[in-house]
């Protein structure tokens, strides 16, 4: 070859991007994993190497990248030569704020994938992570009347970059000072990154220590949480110990440096966001059935509904107002049977039946404004993706079964009056909205066969709250009694499944009585509609490219 081809083809292959590498257990279709962490020193990053292990069990195709202050581009091309990269690459940040300075560091340095590259948020959004400071919290704190706390994170080189950090952490302090009941409330420091001018790391630390004076001028204990991944070469050389050298001099400071990577919520967070930025099979998706339960035959009546859709899903019962402890062991199930993530489907007439709750204990928001079971459900930590959704509103598959339930005690159409009788609620407003569907449902039944009888009367009990309940039976019973003049009542529960108290408040009266939706093929039939719209809902997203998150090449 000439000298002058020889230096043609060494320019080509610099020129050229980066061909990185081709797994062979790489799974069909899904980008490759790489996982960003922090430098942390000698026992630091042995303790991320740990927790990546733990992880590769679980899962293939995975790249470690270490963000330095010196040579982060290079190790992120080590690391996604070690990956297959055909359909892109997923970043995973293993950092508690985006504002980290190595986390600024990477996204800049990340040279160009083919096919693109996802950027998940960063571990410190989720909620998984905030359980972990819950328990950082709840192993200090022994009078909460009496404590403070403190939670010190770390990684800014200047005072923009610690106000950034401190104000990514504040939120997730507040609620740790809140669930456990601190009366003194929560602060938040910032340690600086070694990189950072010694003088300026100084002063940090001396803030924070002020910050901790001030709170134990006040408070007879202060709680002082770590909650970063800052440098760690050994156990004397540390963030941590840096840091706390100052405090041991203040009276009342309560300190553990448990390191953020040994809670198992890190390998949760890990398996969690890897499933939902990879196509996810249909079969690798399980069901948690949730209906209100009562007693053994209304549970084996919900049961019976429930059983032919069990056939063809993955699935766990969880019978209760979203109790936290029930919904758990139907996740452990479903964990324990291998599945990737899981529809919750909430079985009740409305949709905002423990809607709130639902999605808190799930992860899928962080607040709680309160109600039934307490200010703080306790939320179930796992790596499964989660989605739930629920209530059967005005279905039309509802009114079908209920016209279907009517149709099967009628005898004589033309004579008979149909009265659907909810449960309602106490709100006067989201009454109203029952009965609207109610009225909805009506409408629908006399569309499918319902116009035979006389009329379709509604109404909703509200048998929970003797005051409502006061003004609705006796309505109820005057429905029913102008029925039976010179006709028939046909009272139908329009409830998920059973009977209800008609005969309770509708005692001496004439009527026929009917049952509720379940078991029946027009319950199989929206089970069936909730389960793959919860499907659907966790195979795209978000996956589907999202401006925000996904880029070509670097980060802008």
């Not at 998984?128 to 819950?134: D, P, Q």
């Not at 809670?263 to 209906?291: C, F, M, S």
């Not at 033309?414 to 449902?441: F, K, P, Q, Y």
């Not at 019973?477 to 008609?502: F, H, K, N, W, Y």
């Amino acid at each position: 070859m000439s000298r002058l081809l020889q230096f043609l083809f060494a320019a080509l292959l610099v020129a050229a991007p980066p061909a990185w590498g081709q797994s062979a257990d790489a799974p069909d279709g899904a980008p490759g994993v790489l996982v960003l962490a922090p430098d942390r020193g000698f026992l630091g990053n042995e303790k991320t190497r740990d927790a990546m292990a733990h992880f590769r069990e679980h899962t293939s195709n995975v790249g470690l990248a270490v963000a330095t202050y010196e040579e982060t581009r290079s190790n992120l091309n080590e690391a996604l030569s070690s990956i297959d990269t055909e359909h892109g690459v997923v970043v995973l940040p293993l950092f508690l704020s985006a504002h980290h300075a190595l986390y600024q560091t990477a996204r800049d340095a990340l040279p160009e994938v083919e096919n693109g590259v996802r950027w998940a948020a960063p571990l410190g959004t989720s909620y998984l992570s905030e359980e972990l400071l819950f328990d950082r919290v709840d192993a200090l704190s022994e009078r909460p009347d009496e404590e403070a706390l403190v939670v010190v994170g770390y990684g800014a080189t200047n005072a923009e970059g610690a106000d950034a950090i401190r104000a990514d952490l504040q939120a997730s302090a507040r609620r740790a000072a809140e669930m456990h009941g601190l009366t003194g409330g929560s602060e938040v420091v910032v340690q600086y990154a070694r990189t950072a001018p010694e003088k300026a790391s100084r002063a940090a630390i001396g803030r924070a220590t002020k910050t901790v004076k001030a709170a134990a001028s006040k408070h007879e204990r202060v709680l002082v949480v770590p909650f970063n991944l800052g440098m760690q070469y050994t156990t004397m050389m540390s963030s941590w110990s840096w840091m706390q050298r100052p405090l041991q001099s203040i009276d009342g400071v309560v300190a553990s440096g448990a390191d953020v990577l040994s809670h198992p919520n890190v390998e949760r967070w890990l398996r969690r966001t890897t499933t939902a930025h990879r196509p996810l099979a249909r079969d690798e998706v399980g069901v948690i059935a949730v209906p209100h339960g009562s007693e053994y035959n209304w549970n084996e009546t919900m049961r019976e509904g429930l059983a032919p859709v069990a056939d063809d899903y993955t699935m766990a019962e969880a019978f209760s107002m979203v109790d936290p402890t029930v919904v758990e062991r139907a996740v452990r199930t479903l964990e324990r049977d291998g599945l990737k993530a899981a529809v919750m489907v909430r079985i009740f007439s409305m949709e905002s039946s423990f809607r709130e709750k639902s999605h808190y204990i799930l992860g899928l928001q962080n607040t709680y404004s309160g109600g039934m079971g307490g200010r703080f459900p306790k939320r179930i930590r796992t790596h499964l993706q989660m989605t739930t959704l629920g209530g059967l509103e005005a279905s039309p598959h509802f009114a079908k079964g209920l016209l279907d339930r009517a149709q099967a005690i009628s005898q004589a159409p033309s004579d008979e009056t149909v009265i659907l009788l909810a449960h309602g609620t106490g709100s006067d407003t989201e009454n109203a909205h029952w009965m609207s569907n109610l009225r909805t449902i009506a409408d629908t039944m006399r569309a499918h066969g319902g116009d035979a009888f006389r009329t379709i009367k509604v109404h909703t009990w509200r048998e929970d709250w003797p005051e409502k309940r006061r003004e609705t039976v006796p309505e109820i019973q005057d429905m029913v009694r102008e029925a039976s003049e010179d006709g028939t009542a046909l009272v139908i529960p329009a409830r998920t499944t059973s009977e209800g108290r008609a005969s309770e408040y509708l005692d001496d009266l004439d009527y026929r009585y009917g049952k509720g939706l379940a078991p029946h093929p027009q319950f199989e039939a929206w089970m069936r509609e909730q389960i793959e719209t919860g499907i659907d809902r966790l195979r795209a997203a978000p996956q589907s490219p999202d401006p925000a998150t996904t880029t070509a090449g670097p980060s802008q």
